[in-house]
């Protein structure tokens, strides 16, 4: 019965394997402003610029995705990746950075540089590093790069074309969706903060790491959800509530239309319980 059962369960899994392969990636390029490009991978996106001296590619998502992306870079505009740019260092937004390394400097902040290095993250070591502000200038294209603070990541900078009036941010601000999961690597407080800040810049599109394209009012309304979900998770905490009686209690009816809201919502309470609990003190 026990070597059926494992027969049965090997097919299973080499079904489920030939079905993983047998699905490719999604991969687009689409224009958003200008000679500002977004580049698809599945469920992750980045933008890329194209000016006269080349290209200022950011996020290369994973090895294949960029090995695919440098092909059509080529075959597209024959211009060589100048600068590669990550968003952070999480490994599915920074890994396969080294298929552009051959002719870009590759820029991130200090503390991404820190944990690429530290957790080996598969992808090229940035060679350039800031921790407050950069600007590059390539071929009469400006980018300007800025660390608004912690929030999804201690590391999370937002890029911003000021002349297509674009900013390129990922995973600290989901376009009509809740935060992923239960905020793994993640500063509340700071986060809110650091949504303030970006909603002080100046651009009119927002376009995220992942999802659709977005606004500028998509930063106000999500920095209200976490004010929203923060004070719904601290109030019940004040009042002795456990983790299960505010996953049963609360709702937030006004972000029930979000992408994740069904799947997402319940690690979010978790996770920002979890954050809320850190840093307060009980009687
Ligand atoms: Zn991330």
Not at 185 to 214: C, K, N, Q, T
Not at 248 to 274: C, D, H, S, V
Request: net charge neutral; glycine share 6%.
């Amino acid at each position: 019965m026990r070597a059926l059962w494992l027969v049965l369960l090997a097919i299973v899994m080499a079904g489920a394997e030939a079905a993983a392969q047998a699905t490719p990636p999604v991969r687009e390029i689409s224009k958003i402003a200008g000679e500002i490009y977004r580049f698809r991978n599945n469920n992750h996106y980045s933008v890329f610029a194209v000016t006269p001296d080349g290209i200022i590619a950011t996020d290369p998502i994973n090895a294949d995705a960029a090995t695919w992306l440098k092909a059509e870079l080529k075959s597209r505009f024959d211009k060589p990746v100048k600068y590669l740019i990550y968003s952070h260092d999480h490994a599915d937004h920074s890994s396969g950075g080294h298929v552009f390394a051959d002719t870009a400097i590759v820029v991130a902040h200090a503390k991404a540089k820190a944990a690429i290095l530290g957790e080996k993250r598969p992808t090229a070591v940035p060679q350039v590093t800031f921790t407050e502000r950069m600007t590059i200038v390539l071929g009469g294209t400006e980018l300007e790069l800025t660390h608004v603070g912690r929030n999804h990541s201690d590391n999370s900078i937002v890029m911003r074309f000021p002349k297509e009036r674009l900013l390129f941010a990922v995973d600290f601000i989901p376009v009509n969706a809740v935060a992923f999961r239960d905020f793994p690597d993640a500063y509340v407080p700071d986060w809110i903060e650091s949504l303030r800040r970006v909603e002080a810049m100046d651009f009119d599109i927002l376009a995220p790491g992942h999802g659709p394209l977005g606004r500028k009012e998509h930063v106000n309304q999500f920095r209200e959800y976490l004010e929203d979900l923060r004070q719904a998770v601290l109030s019940l905490a004040r009042e002795g509530k456990s983790l299960d009686e505010m996953k049963q209690t609360i709702k937030l009816p006004k972000y029930e239309g979000w992408a994740g809201y069904q799947q997402m919502f319940q690690l979010n309470i978790e996770g920002m319980y979890r954050l809320v609990q850190a840093n307060r003190r009980g009687n």
